[in-house]
């Protein structure tokens, strides 16, 4: 008996095809770091464990350790999703909240912003970065990833705060509540879903940054994990194995992300006022 | 705890180009419970909220005894607000929503928890006080709103719409309740609502607001006895006070009516007024039953007399049918006099 409609089973082939390259590129991935040697898709020898060589040897010719840019790359994504959690919802709270001259156009400002491709911006930046004496600092690079994604963070919390009651927050007011405290303890709260959404994305979006920290770090020291693995590319000989081995190490940490917290992403829009 | 005297003086108010208030003057006695009656849109929500201090006046003072408070922030001003949506933070728990005021003046923890646990026992939630407002009932939701804005024993409560979200029963006792709970705590308290039968059954004095303004400002029995203008004659009372335009003349004649008035009233155009239930039917006005409306145990009868549509109560034990021809009789000292701007006149002493 035939467990779908023949109809569904021309789908399922049909996406089968499609998500084809993707589960290949996967499955090359995992294989090529766990086995010395890979054929098209088939592993030959034993386990590679050559492959992990940088999870303990201190330095792969003349790189930092994994564990400094594995560091840096955590420290990178959370303090750009916390200034971009932070930044956008006050300022999101006060475009929808208060009336202040030249609010509309600051809102049309903000979301002309969201459409410049930051790369077009990178030389400027750079200037800027170097004048400020933050080039090739990690502190650096998150001020200018945190800025690029504010606009967006700012129109989606905006649309959150939005949704609130304002006799709700008359009658904070009325309770005794200054604006500082509505804020943290009314409003914020009460767009939770919102903060986990956005804080979701800005980790995501900044630990897969590239092209910022490439241009805006030089110095090993400062290296983030995407940097770590794409010195492996410029080399004469590339060692797949290894690089393989990076790639897979760079991925687990959002893989581990996804299993611990899909209850509550997956819970982001049901309300999740229980926690 | 005892009440303020509240004073509002030429209060005004502008929205942009909205003129919201054109220039409130109130004062309320303490302990007193005074309601806002006015249709949609004539301002006692603002008027509300200005006493409160979420909006700023174009003009005008508030003065709570002889203290100035229309400069404090909302917080300074010793009040307690109930909002018609009731406004419970969702994210708390009933406890942490009757806290909250408490919690933000830092009082210390055992005493909010003994200050939140007796303004539930008086309410009656004490039952509800872990869950949160979404999962209990509009009533309890609206008493856990009364709790919060009671526990921290304000000196003036306002009360915008309390009840108008609940259904015809629970409202009625919900009614009884507010008015005993007040009167205990003596607190100076507004009431606003556009129900009528509620302003006139809990309040001490009834405010009756036109767009932007108060027409009258009295007591239920002396609103409905000797209203101030054609406007608080049409809206207190129910089936609403019929009213007449035509002329004073030695009597006040209206296209086709000629009724007789007691002697000394000035001439000029004007409007007369007479209460469906004051209208008696042993007279010379002829008119024609139109509709009989059964209300329990008298008829309100809706009758035409020389072409004027008017209303009346129909006696007991009298029996009217569609197309009846009545013989109506206005009683001189029933009938309510108002000049050409429809405020009233009052009646030479007879
Ligand atoms: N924040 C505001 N901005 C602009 N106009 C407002 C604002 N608040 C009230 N108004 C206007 O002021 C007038 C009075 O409104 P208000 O809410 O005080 O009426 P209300 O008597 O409470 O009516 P309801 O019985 O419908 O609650 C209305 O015309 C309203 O549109
Ligand atoms: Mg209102």
């Known amino acids: 008996m035939p467990l779908l409609p023949q109809r569904w089973r021309l789908l399922l082939v049909l996406l089968l095809v499609i998500g084809l390259p993707i589960a290949t590129g996967l499955i090359w991935l995992l294989l090529t770091a766990l086995f010395d040697r890979v054929h098209g898709l088939i592993p030959q020898g034993d386990f590679g464990s050559e492959n992990w060589r940088f999870l303990w040897q201190g330095s792969v010719s003349g790189r930092p350790s994994i564990w400094v840019a594995l560091l840096n790359s955590v420290m990178f994504a959370g303090a750009v999703a916390v200034i971009e959690v932070l930044v956008s919802a006050m300022a999101a709270y006060a475009i929808s909240r208060m009336r202040f001259p030249l609010r509309s156009m600051y809102l049309r400002f903000a979301l002309m912003l969201h459409a410049f491709p930051a790369i077009s911006l990178i030389i400027a930046i750079f200037y800027i970065l170097r004048i400020l004496g933050l080039f090739d600092t990690l502190i650096g690079v998150i001020l200018v990833k945190a800025s690029l994604e504010l606009p967006l963070g700012i129109w989606l919390m905006k649309g959150f705060f939005d949704h609130l009651s304002w006799e709700m927050e008359m009658a904070a007011l009325v309770d005794g509540a200054s604006r500082w405290t509505l804020f943290w303890r009314i409003a914020l709260p009460l767009v939770r879903p919102g903060i986990l959404a956005l804080g979701t994305f800005a980790l995501l979006s900044a630990w897969g940054e590239f092209i910022l920290p490439f241009t805006l770090i030089v110095s090993g020291k400062s290296w983030t994990l995407a940097l770590y693995l794409q010195s492996f ?43 | 705890m005892t009440g303020v005297t509240v004073r509002l003086e030429g209060l005004v108010k502008h929205f942009g180009r909205v003129q919201a208030l054109k220039g409130i003057d109130l004062t309320l006695t303490p302990g007193e419970l005074v309601a806002f009656l006015g249709p949609s849109g004539c301002g006692k929500t603002t008027t509300l909220l200005l006493i409160a201090g979420i909006y700023k006046a174009t003009a005008g003072q508030i003065f709570f005894d002889d203290r100035r408070i229309d400069h404090l922030h909302p917080r300074d001003r010793d009040i307690g607000m109930v909002f018609q949506s009731y406004a419970l933070y969702p994210h708390l728990t009933m406890f942490e929503n009757i806290a909250f005021p408490l919690r933000l003046q830092r009082v210390p923890k055992a005493e909010v928890k003994r200050k939140v646990e007796q303004t539930a026992e008086l309410l009656g939630i004490s039952e509800q006080l872990l869950r949160r407002p979404a999962l209990v009932s509009g009533g309890q939701q609206q008493r856990a709103a009364l709790a919060r804005a009671l526990v921290k024993e304000p000196r003036v409560l306002l009360l915008d719409e309390p009840l108008s979200n609940l259904d015809a029963l ?179 002493a007879s």
């Open chain 1, 233 to 275: 590319m410029g080399e004469s000989f590339i060692d797949f194995g290894l690089m393989a081995g990076v790639g897979l190490f760079y991925v687990l940490p959002v893989v581990l992300f996804f299993l611990l917290g899909q209850r509550y992403l997956l819970n982001i829009y049901s309300g999740g006022a229980k926690g």
């Open chain 2, 170 to 348: 629970i409202r009625l006792s919900a009614r009884a309740e507010i008015r005993r709970l007040q009167k205990e705590l003596g607190i100076t308290s507004i009431l606003v609502t556009h129900d009528q039968s509620e302003a006139l059954a809990m309040a001490d004095r009834v405010a009756v607001f036109s767009v932007g303004e108060v027409e009258q400002f009295a007591t239920p029995e002396e609103l409905y006895k000797a209203p101030a203008t054609t406007f608080v004659a049409g809206f207190v009372g129910f089936p609403p006070m019929n009213l007449f335009e035509g002329r004073f003349n030695g009597a006040f004649e209206a296209k086709g009516l000629k009724i007789p008035l007691s002697p000394g009233h000035p001439g000029g155009k004007g409007y007369l007024g007479i209460r469906p239930e004051d209208i008696r039917f042993d007279g010379e006005i002829a008119a024609r039953v139109l509709l009989v409306e059964v209300l329990g145990k008298d008829s309100l009868l809706t009758l035409e007399a020389a072409g004027h549509i008017l209303k009346a109560m129909s006696l007991e034990g009298m029996q009217v049918a569609i197309g009846d021809e009545l013989l109506l009789n206005f009683p001189v000292e029933k009938l309510h006099l108002f000049d050409a701007e429809g405020k009233r006149i009052q009646r030479q």
